[in-house]
Structure formats: C-alpha cells, structure tokens
C-alpha cells in the first residue's frame, strides 16, 4: 500500500469511530477534533515511511505531529465542555438528523485528511541534504503560526468565559486585527512544509497546503459557515465587527458608522 493508502485507512477508520460517537453524543462537531488528529497522524505516517532525507522527515514529524495534536486538543475540549457548534446544529437541521448523510459527512472528512497530506508526502520524498537553513525558516514559521492560533484561541475562549459577554463579539487581542485570526494562522501554518519540501521532486505539491486551506477557509467550510452562525446569534453587533473588521488578513481596524455616532 503507498503513503496516501496509509494514511486513507486510517482516515476512514477514524471516521467511523466519530460518526458513532456522534450518534450517542448528537455532537458532530467530533470530526473536526479526528480531522485534526487524521493530519496529525498523516504527518507522523508520511514522516516514518517516506523514503526522503531523514532532517525533513524529523522536521515533518515534530512540528506535523505537535501541530494537529495541538489543534485536536483544543477542539476536544470544546466538544466535551460545549454544546454542540451552532454550524453543526444547523447542519443536522438541515438534514433532519438523517444517519447516512451525516455518514457521508465524515466520509468525506476521511478524504479532506488525504488532500492535506499532500504537502506531506512532497517533504517525505525530499532527498535534499543540508537542510539547515530551510528548517530553520520552517520552523520560524511554525512557532509564529501555532503561537498566533493558541493565542486567539485562548483569547476568545477567555472572552466566552465572561457571561457579561454572551450575545456580544470579542474585538480583544488579536480579533481586534482580524474576524478569523485562527483561520488565518492556521492557514499560515501550511507553509511550513512549503519551506521543508525545498528540493523536493514533489516541491509543487507542498503548495496545495495553502493554496488548499485558503479556498476552504475563505469560501467554503470556514468563514462563511461560521460568519452565518455568527450573524444569526449575535445580529447587528456582529455586522458592525464586519464593517469595522478586517475579515482575514490581520490589519488595523476601520471606524463602523456605530462607532461615529457613539458620543
């Protein structure tokens, strides 16, 4: 079986253990926490089996490993101390709470773990010695990214942690800069194995972390599903973070029409 087999098998199995998780919970937001853990161990699979130089294949199963065992953590916790995400509430709606569809749902997660392995398998197959300076960049970029995500992280999860602020949105920290400062590091984190698969025959493939992680998290699973939810429970003060707030990219915050009017 090739690397991507490995890592699909794993997926699957994984999968199947959350959507009857889910069953007994009614809480699907359990495949984000195996989506993480799936990358997390497609890191450590591509990293032990690929036939690339060893110092990449190090750097690939360290800071993959450490990143998505990270990420998994901090969502199960979530899952385990939160209701169930108002994204997935809606989802379930939407479905009527129909077993096969939900199925299908986690399935096609399994399948999202391969697509982000990618960038792996282009490290993994690296046979570039003298990697020094290319994981040392790596590595800068790793800690700025997962530093930034644990960050905004904990300063939303502090913010929620206030019921005076129930039914507002956090402009504290970090989501002062930006509506999705976590998407946005995590989306940087994805270069990380730009910069480790240097000298890869695979090279072009490491970009398809990025690339990839933009077009979902701009414009399909993450900021328009969570910018929805956001809407519906919070109204016009999180319409006025919209008119004030960069969506993304972190950059200075605009002044909303609210904000001209206050005295």
């Known amino acids: 079986m090739n690397l991507l087999g490995w890592v699909l098998l794993y997926a699957v ?3 199947c253990w959350g959507w009857a998780w889910q069953r007994r919970h009614h809480n699907i937001g359990v495949v984000d926490v195996l989506w993480a853990k799936g990358v997390a161990a497609g890191a450590l699979l591509m990293a032990w089996l690929g036939d690339g130089a060893l110092q990449p294949r190090i750097a690939l199963a360290v800071l993959g490993g450490l990143w998505g065992s990270r990420l998994a953590l901090h969502l199960w916790h979530r899952v385990r101390s939160e209701d169930e995400d108002g994204r997935y509430r809606y989802l379930r709606g939407y479905w009527n709470g129909h077993q096969g569809k939900i199925f299908g749902f986690f399935m096609a997660q399994a ?6 392995a990618l960038p792996f398998l282009a490290v993994a197959r690296n046979p570039s010695t003298g990697h020094a300076a290319w994981i040392a960049a790596a590595v800068a970029v790793w800690l700025l990214s997962v530093g930034g995500e644990a960050l905004a992280d904990r300063q939303l999860a502090r913010f929620r942690a206030n019921p005076a602020n129930k039914g507002r949105t956090c ?36 970009w398809s972390g990025p690339v990839v992680m933009y077009l979902f998290l701009r414009y399909l699973s993450g900021v328009p599903f969570t910018e929805k939810q956001a809407l519906r429970s919070r109204g016009e003060d999180y319409r006025d973070y919209q008119r004030s707030t960069s969506m993304f990219f972190p950059w200075f915050p605009r002044t909303s029409p609210s904000q001209d009017r206050t005295p």
């Open 171 to 206: 402009r504290q920290g970090l989501w002062r800069y930006s509506r999705h400062p976590n998407y946005f590091f995590e989306w940087l984190h994805w270069f990380t194995y730009v910069l480790l698969a240097v000298g890869s025959p695979l090279w072009w493939l490491a």
């Open 111 to 116: 399948l999202l773990v391969v697509l982000f």
């Open 13 to 15: 199995l994984v999968m």
